[in-house]
């Protein structure tokens, strides 16, 4: 399936039981030697009695993760061509927490993707206080970012030209900064107007990404916090573009976007 470009093997593991090593995962997300994905996702049942499914995340290296957008929009239309539900509203359990998400009567799904988080504990980021954008030292050069968790971590920074932005050279070592410990999604965002952006993210666990749905809504987060951008943001991504809604404070961000199916088969590991 794929989300804006950001493609993922998603595997039934309600209907039938499925247990897959790093190793597996590794090989099912080589665009070589396997299916090639940015990401997998396993729809299983819910450990959460308020749940109807729950959803897990691993990055193309392996390491399974807390949150992905995109994903959680092809989970949705993943389960209803499925038919493993007809609820177009549903309720699905994450690492960390539940999400809403909701099938649009014009195919387009809408998720509640829960409040954002600043608190340098919850990013992780290592900082001696809170702060709306922190200096970080890249490659000896000082970059100004926001951090944000939409439940997965996210350095959002401000660049004034998309195409020439250092994504390649910079992403894999802000993704690995000390600075945090549990590594980091790193996004570089041109603001067009205060209702438009355009984002690239080199993401944790996976390089650089046709799009990234966390990163869309960070980067629409950290905006709005900096009082440049206004809800609703129109985030543009190399692989199509994402609806951002987000009232500030303790309120959810809703991100709105395409899931297309891409081919279903069967593969032998
Ligand atoms: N592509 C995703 C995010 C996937 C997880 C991310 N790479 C991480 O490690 O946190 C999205 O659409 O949000």
């Not at 995109?70 to 061509?81: L, P, Y």
């Not at 067009?192 to 952006?197: A, R």
Request: proline fraction near 6%.
């Amino acid at each position: 399936m794929q989300g804006i470009g950001n493609d993922f093997v998603v595997i039934d593991a309600y209907s039938q039981a499925i247990e897959l090593t790093s190793d597996q995962i590794r090989q099912l997300a080589d665009r070589h030697f396997g299916i090639g994905c940015d990401q997998l996702l396993l729809v299983e049942k819910p450990t959460n009695p308020s749940a109807d499914f729950r959803y897990r995340i691993f990055n193309a290296d392996g390491g399974e993760v807390e949150q992905c957008g995109n994903g959680a929009r092809c989970f949705v239309r993943f389960v209803h061509d499925k038919k493993l539900t007809t609820k177009t509203q549903i309720t699905v359990e994450t690492a960390n927490g539940l999400i809403y998400p909701t099938l649009e009567d014009n195919g387009l799904v809408t998720v509640n993707m829960g409040a954002p988080q600043f608190e340098p504990s919850q990013i992780p980021f290592i900082a001696d206080a809170n702060a709306i954008t922190y200096q970080l030292n890249v490659a000896d050069t000082e970059v100004e970012i926001s951090t944000v968790s939409m439940g997965n971590p996210h350095a959002v920074q401000i660049v004034e030209d998309i195409n020439t932005a250092p994504v390649s050279v910079h992403g894999p070592i802000i993704e690995n900064h000390p600075r945090f410990p549990q590594r980091v999604n790193a996004g570089f965002m041109q603001i067009i107007h205060p209702h438009e952006i355009r984002l690239r993210v080199f993401e944790r666990g996976a390089g650089e990404t046709l799009a990234c749905g966390t990163g869309a809504c960070a980067a629409a987060v950290a905006g709005i916090n900096l009082g440049k951008l206004q809800s609703p943001v129109k985030v543009m991504m190399r692989g199509g573009n994402l609806n951002i809604c987000w009232n500030g404070g303790n309120s959810p961000v809703m991100m709105t976007g395409p899931a297309v199916h891409v081919f279903s088969g069967e593969i032998t590991i």
